[in-house]
């Protein structure tokens, strides 16, 4: 809540309003004062949602959402998190999946629950990720009802000017400390219009100050006569009440740090600002003019921060690592239409440097993500061709890794999508960092699972290539090969053979047989013939890249053991069992003494190993090592990885080919209990399970010598597994 926060009893919506399940959509209201703010807001409908929710909760609710619904990510990353601090287990689906899985439960069921959606813009951002459910309720805080058009029964309700009553309630509480500051109140909250925003500014300063409300109305009514002019499109009176605090939060010790820490604040997230990025050197030096970003500077940034808090400029959220500092975008607006253009440069620099600086500290958790994907989303919005000059600023690069990190795969190829645009334009096509993120763009279009979008950017990548550098530059080899290997995973295992031999002889011709690069484009094409089922020719490439291998990077070099490896599975799947056995023991062997008997690589050795004596009929060596591969996964990987489902469903058929079918069926019972828990019920190895039991049942019944169609089968796997 709001410090000071009153109820808004005559210009908000009440609780009451939300005793209907739906969509509570908080709009600007229809008054005047509402309208002279426009696009900006500032009429309190964030703090009214919070009111609502914290009223819905103490009384209802058993679980409330808030997200800052900034775009599609913010929202799919914020179910992901509800999930999360649920308790639910995290099946590795990704965002979009557990967003599905999160709406499902909330549709069903019977436990009262309140969303809020938070500054929702843009309506295409919640296709399909609308909540609904008989026992929720939800509320949007949009500046455009259209916003929230789809949203399931819909109800509007304005949000305006504080009322006379309101203003003289809002300010009684703000001034609580010394009643004599009272004095004149009623006719300031009229000259300040009854604007929220407004009288927040005034209210923050007479407590910072100790004037009272007709002192600080002359003051006001002076600045208002001075910004008048040059106040452009924003109402005069916003633009007063916001000059007088800034030059007080400047005024304060340590003085003349608060500008500056503004200018960095206004060109971030009003959603929130992670406390990294005011933190980092890049910040600190800004803000300070220290070019060492010392202990006492990192302390001064923060005293200049609290003093924009005291003034009411911003608010210092202590409990939020990932949205500690907030600011309304009224306040923003204005800071920046005051910067010089030259300052203005100066402030986004630091602020893209000290994004990049605050990720390498908080990228691994997601809320911190998610707010400073926020952050760069608004400064490539307020700066522009400034994070274009000379090139594209890492921060851009930054945010759309951080996406693919996300697991919003999609929305990565929408974001590389745009910026390879915008570099095409202005940087050229030929520029390194236009390339840069085609080749991105290209991954995250694999990266989605859709191959046909992403072989048509890697083939127009490859054509692009050949025409500026030529067939045979190593850029244009690199993304042949890069090709080839999508052709294979799209099933077209011809078209990338035909691919991978160009490759091999484009890469030789250039580098010579023996150069990395020539003997990289010789695995593609050996990993291209066994895709296209021709095991011979995939087994004689095979044997020649391990013959490089050991002539260039010596025998026991990780690269080597990988192509020894993958012989193996050649000879494997060609049905030569006896050379598959002697290569996988010699593969192991290399595994456990280069990376150790527990390294996650050798442990897969072990697995090749034990395919081999199964496919040879050796079905005792095979359990074994299938026992001891489950056991290793389990200790390594713990018992809820899907690696180690999957060796218990190895071990089971092992189980059943060696006849031990109530070990067989009660491993494959197992498998389908963790696979249900931990992946859900429709997940392909979940099906793929649930299958092998029960036709691993079936043949167990048959062996035993049960009829199916008999009364007196077994009614239970366990049954089943006592017989």
């Not at 459910?133 to 949009?142: D, E, K, L, N, S």
């Not at 608004?378 to 996406?403: C, D, N, T």
């Not at 089922?533 to 890249?545: K, N, R």
């Amino acid at each position: 809540m709001a410090d000071s926060y009153v109820p808004r009893p005559e210009s908000g919506p009440s609780l009451a309003s939300m005793s209907a399940s739906g969509t509570l959509v908080l709009v600007p209201g229809n008054d005047a004062a509402s309208a002279a703010l426009g696009e900006m807001g500032g009429t309190g409908k964030t703090h009214a949602a919070a009111a609502l929710a914290h009223a819905h909760h103490s009384h209802t609710a058993d679980l409330t959402v808030w997200i800052a619904a900034t775009g599609r990510d913010a929202v799919l990353n914020g179910y992901e998190q509800a999930v999360r601090d649920m308790g639910e287990p995290d099946h590795g689906e990704g965002p979009e999946k557990t967003a599905s899985r999160f709406l499902a439960w909330l549709a069903r069921t019977d436990r009262p629950w309140l969303v809020v959606l938070d500054d929702l813009a843009d309506p295409g951002v919640m296709d399909g990720l609308w909540p609904y459910g008989p026992a929720g309720r939800v509320v949007v805080t949009t500046r455009n009802p259209g916003s929230a058009a789809q949203a399931p029964f819909a109800r509007l309700a304005g949000v305006g000017a504080f009322s006379p009553r309101e203003a003289l309630a809002y300010l009684a509480a703000r001034l609580r400390e010394d009643p004599s500051q009272r004095t004149g109140a009623l006719d300031l909250a009229s000259s300040l219009g009854f604007l929220p925003v407004a009288i927040g500014h005034a209210g923050a300063f007479m407590a910072a100050t100790g004037l009272d409300c007709r002192e600080y109305g002359t003051r006001f009514a002076e600045r208002r006569s001075a910004v008048a002019a040059p106040a452009g499109a924003f109402a005069s009176i916003e633009t007063a009440t916001w000059s007088l605090s800034a030059e007080l939060a400047d005024q304060l010790p340590p003085r003349g740090l608060a500008g500056r820490a503004l200018a960095l604040a206004c060109l971030l997230s009003p959603a929130g600002i992670p406390a990294a990025v005011f933190a980092s050197q890049a910040a600190c030096t800004y803000i300070t003019e220290e070019p060492d970003a010392s202990t006492d500077a990192e302390a001064a940034v923060r005293a200049a921060l609290f003093n924009l808090d005291r003034v009411g400029l911003l608010a210092i959220d202590r409990s939020s690592y990932a949205r500690t500092v907030v600011i309304h975008e009224v306040v923003q607006a204005l800071a920046y239409e005051n910067l010089a253009a030259a300052e203005r440069e100066r402030a986004a620099r630091a602020a893209a440097d000290a994004l990049v600086q605050a990720w390498t500290a908080l990228s691994a958790l997601p809320p911190a993500a998610q707010a400073l994907r926020d952050c760069t989303t608004k400064l490539h919005e307020r700066a522009g061709a400034i994070l274009w000059r000379p090139q594209f600023h890492p921060v851009l690069m930054q945010a759309g890794l951080s996406l693919g990190r996300s697991g919003l795969a999609s929305l990565a190829v929408s974001y590389w999508q745009e910026l390879f645009g915008i570099s095409h334009g202005v940087l050229g096509p030929d520029h390194a960092q236009t390339i840069r993120a085609l080749d991105l763009l290209s991954a995250a279009c694999e990266a989605s699972g859709d191959l046909t979008e992403a072989i048509a950017v890697y083939e127009a990548r490859l054509a692009e290539r050949e025409q500026s550098l030529g067939a045979d530059a190593p850029a244009a080899v690199a993304a042949r090969e890069v090709l080839a290997r999508t052709y294979v995973a799209a099933g077209r295992p011809d078209d990338a053979v035909r691919l991978a031999r160009r490759a091999r002889v484009d890469s030789e011709q250039a580098h010579g047989p023996q150069h990395p690069d020539s003997l990289a484009a010789e695995e593609t094409l050996a990993r291209s013939y066994r895709d296209a089922g021709q095991l011979s020719e995939a087994a004689d490439t095979f044997q020649h890249v391990v013959a490089n291998n050991e002539q260039t990077l010596g025998n026991q070099h990780l690269e080597t053991i990988a192509a020894r490896g993958s012989l193996a599975e050649v000879y494997r799947e060609a049905g030569r069992s006896k050379e598959a056995i002697a290569l996988s023991k010699r593969t192991l062997a290399d595994r456990e003494r280069v990376q150790g008997p527990d390294h996650l690589d050798t442990i897969a050795a072990r697995a090749s190993l034990a395919a081999a004596y199964r496919q040879a009929d050796k079905h005792k060596d095979a359990l074994r090592l299938y026992e001891r591969v489950r056991a290793d996964r389990e200790r390594v990987q713990g018992p809820d990885h899907q690696d180690t489902i999957a060796a218990r469903g190895d071990l089971a058929l092992s189980y059943l080919a060696t006849k031990k079918l109530g070990n067989a069926v009660r491993e494959y019972e197992y498998a389908l209990a963790d696979c249900e828990r931990v992946l859900g019920h429709d997940h392909p190895l979940t099906r793929t399970t649930r299958e092998n039991l029960d036709a691993s049942a079936r043949y167990a019944w048959a062996e035993l010598g049960i009829d199916l169609r008999s009364p007196r089968k077994p009614e239970s796997h366990q049954d089943l597994v006592r017989s």
